[in-house]
């Protein structure tokens, strides 16, 4: 039986949704003021399955807030030339304001020089490495997607984050270290939990905010939470139901998690859609930028 809820449950799905009008907002005023449509190209390599969903579910989204998607489909054995050349072609591209290259690529590719080979002024994962110094120097950066919609969860949810402890458990390069630096931006005391450190549970009882971002089905566990502390999980685990279909879990153990924490993101639900969300925001960004015209307020960092 499920334990009984006392964590105030954060809605992402609505706040995605909520964030996505305001996106589709921007992009009817573009259209009609300066005859201008945001484009987000999309470049998936292989057939990874999961990644497909993404894909597709972006390519709705996109088109539902008003915008172009152009979706680009290459076989598992597409070579580095041809991935760069096709990046080269959508940086040139003027209807093209934003290029998302779905992550893992096959093995045989080379992830960093293709995301490199990105426009950094079209690099709207936040990945290419001027979009990563401009963060970490505090300047104008295209920020990464699923980091940005925790942000603005945790803005939304607490207002300022100043003086707050943050732990961010997960050091990647696409999750964990923006996240620690977007914390910093807003002035958290941040910790970088990974898997070396020593104490995980004690280290995550200091914090007042916990972003776990492991890839770990629900392994951090509610004796873990301080007491109403507010709880960010970022991992997106598909796993094995009891009828043989694959359910979702997150990096935290919910049932558990729930009874101590005083805010808790669902998988689904949470952090997933404030992703996409915030791809869509990113692209208008882009595309405001791109023109000299103003941005949208309140989606970016
Ligand atoms: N909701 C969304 O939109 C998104 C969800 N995700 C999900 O978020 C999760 C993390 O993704 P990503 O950052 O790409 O994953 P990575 O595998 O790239 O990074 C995982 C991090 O967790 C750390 N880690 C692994 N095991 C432990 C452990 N036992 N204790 C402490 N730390 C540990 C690793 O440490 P070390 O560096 O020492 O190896 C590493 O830094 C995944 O579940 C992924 O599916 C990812 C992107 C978007
Ligand atoms: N270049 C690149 N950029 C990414 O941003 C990127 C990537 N590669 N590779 C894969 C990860 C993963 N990711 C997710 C996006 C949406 C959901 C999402 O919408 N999740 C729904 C559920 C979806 C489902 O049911 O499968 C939810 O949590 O409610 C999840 C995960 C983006 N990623
Ligand atoms: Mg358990």
């Known amino acids: 039986?499920?334990?009984?809820?006392?964590?105030?449950?954060?809605?992402?799905?609505?706040?995605?949704?909520?964030?996505?009008?305001?996106?589709?907002?921007h992009v009817a005023r573009l259209?009609?003021?300066?005859?201008?449509?945001?484009?987000?190209?999309?470049?998936?390599?292989?057939?990874?399955?999961?990644?497909?969903?993404?894909?597709?579910?972006?390519?709705?989204?996109?088109?539902?807030?008003?915008?172009?998607?152009?979706e680009h489909k290459l076989p598992p054995e597409t070579?580095?030339?041809?991935?760069l050349a096709l990046v080269a072609r959508l940086n040139a591209d003027p209807a093209v304001h934003g290029i998302l290259v779905q992550l893992p690529l096959p093995k045989h590719l080379n992830s960093d020089l293709v995301i490199n080979s990105i426009d950094p002024a079209k690099d709207v994962d936040g990945f290419h490495i001027s979009n990563v110094g401009l963060?970490?120097?505090?300047?104008?950066?295209?920020?990464?997607?699923?980091?940005?919609?925790?942000?603005?969860?945790?803005?939304?949810?607490?207002?300022?984050?100043?003086?707050?402890?943050?732990?961010?458990?997960?050091?990647?390069?696409?999750?964990?270290?923006?996240?620690?630096?977007?914390?910093?931006?807003?002035?958290?005391?941040?910790?970088?939990a990974h898997s070396r450190t020593k104490d995980l549970p004690e280290v995550v009882r200091r914090a007042d905010i916990v972003v776990a971002a492991v890839g770990r089905p629900e392994m951090i566990q509610g004796d873990w939470i301080r007491p109403g502390a507010t709880v960010i999980d970022v991992g997106i685990n598909r796993t094995a139901g009891p009828n043989g279909k694959d359910v979702l879990v997150g990096d935290v153990d919910y049932a558990s998690a729930a009874q101590v924490a005083g805010a808790i993101t669902p998988v689904p639900g949470g952090v997933g859609p404030m992703t996409i969300a915030c791809l869509l925001a990113n692209t208008v960004t882009a595309c405001c930028r791109a023109n000299g015209l103003p941005e949208p307020e309140g989606l970016a960092a």
């Open 135 to 192: 963060l970490g120097t505090g300047q104008k950066a295209m920020v990464p997607c699923t980091p940005l919609g925790c942000l603005l969860l945790l803005r939304d949810l607490h207002g300022s984050l100043s003086g707050m402890n943050a732990v961010v458990i997960g050091r990647s390069n696409i999750v964990g270290k923006p996240m620690a630096q977007l914390l910093l931006g807003d002035s958290a005391t941040v910790t970088i």
């Open 79 to 83: 070579s580095e030339e041809e991935l």
């Open 31 to 70: 259209k009609a003021e300066h005859g201008i449509t945001p484009g987000l190209a999309v470049v998936l390599v292989g057939e990874d399955p999961a990644s497909s969903v993404y894909v597709r579910s972006k390519g709705k989204q996109t088109l539902e807030a008003g915008m172009n998607s152009f």
């Open 1 to 25: 039986m499920p334990a009984e809820t006392t964590a105030r449950v954060i809605d992402g799905k609505a706040f995605a949704a909520k964030i996505r009008g305001r996106v589709a907002e």
